[in-house]
């Protein structure tokens, strides 16, 4: 998966929030980790607010 398309499909889930959504955004940063690294996962964690959202740590498990 792209970075793009991460970035697309995360904000789809910012979007509708919940927990559901987390889960989703879960699977989709655990993706990006396993082929663009942590550092990816975390940049995209800081620029969507998956922080404040979905109370992602950044560096944390996710």
């Not at 987390?22 to 082929?35: F, G, K, P």
């Amino acid at each position: 998966m792209t970075l793009d398309k991460a970035r697309k499909l995360l904000k789809v889930q910012v979007d509708f929030g919940g927990s559901y959504n987390r889960h989703s955004a879960q699977l989709i940063l655990a993706e990006v980790v396993r082929e663009h690294g942590r550092k990816a996962a975390d940049d995209l964690i800081v620029d969507l607010e998956l922080n404040r959202v979905f109370d992602f740590v950044v560096g944390g498990d996710l």
